[in-house]
């Protein structure tokens, strides 16, 4: 198990960091309390040892990427220095920054070459679960690795005893552990995407975890698989969902009773050790129900924590992020076409999308695929205007969809209101499932929304969206 120094270096790391393994980064010469992170290849023990090390690409050599922690409305300033051989960029998931530094190459920035460096830097106005992550349209530098999260504490957090970050990964390895190459592969676009076979938390499989019984914990989820779908099941145990993509919801039990995460998603949970002394619980990732496996064990210690499970507080303080004007909204239809068996579900224009689908280009936005950044923008929208967009999945697969720049409420599925209402920057939706989101476009620039399946990605199916200074 990897475990770093920490320092405690004022508004870069809390004291939460140090009993979580956070890491403390490198202070570049150039001064100015600017932080680095350098990307290189690296090797990681995905699989279990004695089996090989795989060769990964790695930022400071750790594998998921250090976990990098601040407060709510801290500035961030971290120089991204770039040791691949590949030209590359940093995008932040999640997080609402100007737009030149949102990291898609193309769009809001050069690519940064080997050898070069570029200085991120931003206001951290919202509390809550992030990541970061390249993005140059493929799947291929988050499949090698890179990915890391980053944490924004509340001024006043929920009390628990640990505070944890469980970073999902998923890796297609060949027997002798090395990553089997071909990320935007024809069949895996037209499918769910490129699936791998060999699952790791935190950059291991299986990991056992101790907790005392009935310790609280705040756990962090990250799916940063380029593909997989999680449905967490903590059996005899009882998750509360705080949190959703960094940003707090009525804690509530998951419907259905696993925790469901589309890649690029976040959940916080609230998790009591409940098992009993001694017990030992399977986390398994119940999503597809004749592929079930187990994702990390949690083994209860025999000398109890407290009598009984604590009965804090857990409702998190809301961000400051601006309420969408209903009355006053424009309304946008949004069909997402495309895949295996789109063809069937095509409707209007079926036959320029099979003709596109020829060349390649998989997936469709309102019968358009593309990389996001062919500057044709999907909508404009006048800065601090409401927007809903009602989504359609006119295919037979499943998307996160991810809008940058801005977080968004889900206001409905299937013409039926949500129950909580959240604010997301990520929404799953299910197979032939209507979604509307609504949100207040107050950031301007060019943003994308896109599948965060990186293979669909790749192969059509984003867009972006304009958010003009004037009217
Ligand atoms: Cu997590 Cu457009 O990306
Ligand atoms: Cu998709």
Not at 416 to 426: I, L, N, Q
Request: with cysteine; net charge negative.
């Amino acid at each position: 198990m990897t475990r770093f120094t920490s320092l405690s270096r004022r508004g870069f790391f809390s004291g939460a960091a140090a009993l979580s393994g956070a890491m403390l980064l490198p202070t570049s010469s150039e001064a100015g309390g600017e932080n680095d992170l350098t990307v290189a290849p690296s090797r990681a023990q995905l699989l279990s040892p004695p089996r090989p090390a795989t060769p990964v690409w790695a930022f400071e050599g750790a594998l998921p990427g250090p976990e990098l922690r601040f407060r709510q409305g801290d500035r961030l300033k971290l120089r991204l220095r770039n040791r691949l051989e590949e030209f590359t960029t940093l995008h932040w998931h999640g997080l609402r920054v100007p737009n030149a530094m949102d990291g898609v190459a193309h769009l809001t920035q050069p690519p940064i070459a080997p050898g070069d460096n570029f200085l991120y830097e931003f206001n951290l106005p919202d509390a809550g679960t992030y990541w970061y992550h390249p993005h140059l349209g493929g799947a291929e530098q988050v499949g090698r690795g890179l990915a890391g999260a980053l944490v924004v504490e509340e001024e006043t957090p929920i009390r628990v005893d640990r505070d944890l970050v469980w970073m999902l990964q998923d890796w297609r390895l060949d027997p002798g552990g090395a990553i089997v190459p071909g990320f935007d592969g024809m069949h895996d676009a037209m499918h769910g995407g490129r699936i791998g076979n060999h699952v790791t938390l935190n950059g291991r499989p299986v990991p056992q975890i101790d907790l005392a019984p009935n310790e609280r914990l705040r756990l962090r989820i990250v799916n940063a698989a380029t593909a997989r779908i999680f449905a967490l099941d903590f059996g005899s145990l009882a998750p509360v969902i705080v949190a959703l993509d960094g940003q707090p919801v009525a804690p509530h039990a998951p419907e259905g009773g696993a925790v469901l995460v589309g890649p690029g998603m976040r959940a916080d949970i609230v998790l009591d050790a409940t098992g009993g002394a001694g017990a030992a619980v399977a986390v398994r990732d119940l999503f597809r129900p004749d592929a079930v496996y187990d994702v990390a064990i949690l083994r209860h210690g025999d000398t109890s924590h407290r009598a009984s499970a604590p009965d804090w507080d857990m409702a998190l303080s809301p961000n400051p992020v601006p309420e969408p004007d209903l009355a006053n909204a424009t309304r946008h239809d949004v069909v997402f076409n495309g895949g295996m068996m789109g063809q069937m579900m095509m409707g209007d224009g079926a036959a320029e999308m099979v003709e596109q689908m020829q060349q390649g280009r998989m997936w469709f936005v309102n019968g358009r695929a593309s990389d996001g950044h062919d500057g044709l923008p999907l909508l404009t929208a006048a800065r601090g205007s409401t927007q809903v967009i009602a989504m359609e999945n006119r295919t037979g697969w499943w998307h996160p969809i991810h809008l940058h720049g801005h977080v968004f409420r889900v206001i409905s599925r299937d013409g039926r209101p949500t129950t909580h209402r959240e604010w997301r920057d990520t929404v799953l939706m299910a197979p032939e499932e209507r979604v509307e989101i609504a949100f207040r476009a107050d950031n301007p620039g060019d943003w994308m929304l896109h599948c965060h399946v990186l293979a669909h990605q790749s192969a059509g199916m984003a867009t972006l969206i304009r958010v003009a200074d004037a009217a």
